[in-house]
């Protein structure tokens, strides 16, 4: 099953990952973010890279996360599946592992402009985290 | 539907939403009864406006045009002016995250038949030599020192690159440059970004279309543009790209810090601004000077390209600027205030520059017409061009509409249509040629996803802050 989701925004896109961690709640709205691009059930694992960030806070740490992915794949060309992520004191290691997107095996989704603030929220109920955003599209 | 107690009519065009609370100027929307009653059915569009009007030094009104929807803390659509003498702020979200994204429109010098008859061929080499979609690579690459020549040289780069011609600059805001520009201000990931997308058109609502004229509204002005019914039109709609996208990024982040440094209240974390007169507001000026700059030179990239598809199928074709817009900025302009001349800081989300005749930016052919104004449709149905007037100088900071507005998100678009069949039913019905790299962003944007431009473009003339001089309609639409 699916721990991410999107959702509706007047004129964009809403995002939406869920975990048992809040690190896994950014791990799958990172998958959120890359099924908008492409097809992920077509993507293999190829390739890894390593990301590292900091931030002033907890939303800014999340805005930083998916634009570096948004920064991959503008630079690197590469598409992701799956991530493992560690978060400490709003700094953040992970690991995105996928292949160079390639719009004849992936799909042509959509160029995501930016993470925005829109909507951001980063919380815990019932013991799951829920970690949302909107996408400029 | 009662038009919602927040209004109060000035006129038939413009409605006032009173100051209150911390509020520092009233907000206006313009637009006929029934499209501030449509745009206002989404609360969040009048709750952003007011939030606006909160902002240290906005002047007169924070605006909503009638093609307003909800936006990233200010509307889409919204117009605010502030005056850095009186604390004024400058917000990397009031100009958006796709810097000066805009449109160009080229004349073709060719009638809608002769087109018709090489439309397949035209729409299908367009579609290969211009480069549109996730993961689209233009034909030129830039290391870090040639990216800053193009932020300072803007078009005119392009052009000495041999994608125009110099009469191509003198049709766009600003010649295509923009002074007062810093690389140094737009970090290296920014650049890095964009190292392979120049001359590319991106995705989303971004779009190259040819055009035939289908009615003129205004004869005279129409022949000082130079265009007559059953012209074929060219229009391109994108902005500043990967390039542009971080800068705002990252300035937002900037100025999330230096909101909290000068004690800006913020009455929405998106609002996020810095003092005009702050270090990071003065580099947010030169890093978005430097972005519209790369915008107006990716322009000029993609006229460049679309002249040699021409050439290969119509040679006989002569494709010129008519004129090119920005519909995402904040630009340093003169504007009379309470009888006095002020030097503001206008920022335009979804808004068009729509200066009225005799303004000084204006090219010396347009002089007497006022800014030729474009503002694209969905590729189904119309784009309109209008020209600015006085009366927008003195309403809406010179500002007007920039195109159709989505009434549709982007989620329900993709469950109630489906790519292949949108573009088959445009071909059947319309006979409009659709060249999509995704059939997913097809869907997306069905032209029922966003509202009617034709009564959008009515109010904003009714509302006196722009007038129509011709309806085009679409004959091809090539897309990411």
């Known amino acids: 099953m699916n721990k991410y989701e999107l959702f509706s925004h007047p004129a964009d896109q809403g995002i939406r990952g869920y975990g048992e961690t809040k690190e896994e709640a950014f791990q799958e709205i990172a998958k959120a973010l890359q099924s908008l691009m492409a097809d992920l059930k077509k993507v293999e694992v190829k390739t890894e890279d390593e990301v590292k960030i900091k931030a002033i806070d907890e939303e800014s740490l999340l805005i930083n996360w998916l634009n570096e992915l948004l920064y991959l794949f503008d630079v690197k060309g590469n598409i992701y599946k799956e991530f493992k992520v560690n978060i400490k004191n709003n700094k953040l290691k992970a690991i995105a592992k996928g292949e160079e997107y390639n719009p004849k095996k992936h799909g042509s989704g959509d160029i995501i402009k930016a993470i925005t603030y829109n909507q951001l929220e980063i919380k815990k109920e019932n013991n799951l985290w829920i970690v949302q955003c909107v996408v400029d599209v | ?480």
């Not at chain 2, 729409?123 to 020549?149: C, F, H, R, W």
């Open chain 2, 1 to 480: 539907m009662m038009i919602k107690m927040d209004f109060e009519k000035i006129d038939n065009y413009q409605w006032k939403v009173p100051k209150e609370g911390e509020m520092r100027v009233p907000g206006i929307f313009f637009g006929s009864k029934e499209i501030v009653e449509d745009v206002s059915k989404d609360e969040k569009v009048i709750e952003q406006i007011k939030n606006v009007a909160k902002l240290p030094g906005i002047q007169k009104a924070a605006m909503a045009m009638p093609d307003a929807h909800r936006g990233y803390g200010f509307p889409i659509g919204g117009v605010a002016a502030f005056d850095s003498e009186q604390g004024g702020i400058i917000s990397a979200g009031a100009v958006g995250y796709d810097i000066s994204c805009g449109v160009r429109a080229l004349k073709t010098g060719l009638k809608k038949d002769i087109v018709r008859e090489n439309i397949e061929e035209l729409a299908e080499t367009l579609y290969n030599m211009v480069p549109a979609g996730l993961g689209s690579k233009g034909e030129i690459k830039l290391n870090i020192s040639q990216m800053d020549e193009v932020l300072i040289k803007g078009a005119e780069w392009a052009v000495e690159k041999g994608y125009g011609t110099k009469e191509d600059l003198e049709y766009i805001e600003e010649n295509g440059r923009m002074e007062n520009t810093d690389p140094k201000t737009v970090s290296k990931k920014a650049k890095e970004r964009q190292k392979k997308e120049m001359g590319t058109l991106g995705s989303g609502n971004h779009y190259l279309e040819l055009q035939k004229v289908t009615k003129i509204h205004d004869k005279g002005k129409a022949k000082i543009l130079g265009i007559e019914k059953n012209d074929v039109m060219i229009m391109i709609h994108c902005g500043s790209r990967a390039l542009g996208h971080q800068v705002a990024t990252e300035y937002t982040e900037k100025m999330k810090q230096s909101s909290r440094k000068h004690n800006i209240k913020l009455p929405d974390r998106e609002l996020a601004a810095a003092p005009i007169n702050s270090d990071t507001g003065q580099k947010y000026i030169k890093a978005m000077n430097s972005a519209i700059n790369l915008a107006a030179a990716n322009r000029q990239v993609i006229t460049g390209l679309t002249r040699r598809a021409f050439d290969q199928v119509l040679p006989e074709a002569k494709l010129k600027t008519m004129y090119e817009i920005n519909h995402n900025t904040c630009k340093k302009e003169e504007h009379m205030l309470n009888g006095e001349k002020k030097e503001l800081y206008v920022h335009r989300k979804g808004a068009t520059r729509s200066f009225g005749p005799e303004s000084k930016i204006l090219p010396k052919k347009y002089m007497k017409i006022g800014q030729p104004v474009l503002i694209g449709g969905t590729m189904g149905t119309a784009s309109y061009i209008l020209t600015g007037t006085k009366k927008a100088m003195e309403k809406s900071f010179g500002s007007t509409c920039h195109g159709a507005g989505r009434k549709m998100s982007r989620t329900k678009a993709k469950k109630e249509y489906w790519g292949q069949d949108v573009v088959k039913r445009l071909k059947n019905n319309k006979n409009i040629i659709i060249k999509a790299h995704s059939m997913s962003g097809a869907a997306e944007e069905a032209p029922g996803a966003y509202k009617d431009i034709n009564k959008v473009a009515e109010s904003v003339e009714k509302a006196g802050i722009s007038r129509r001089v011709a309806k085009v309609e679409p004959m091809a639409v090539i897309k990411g």
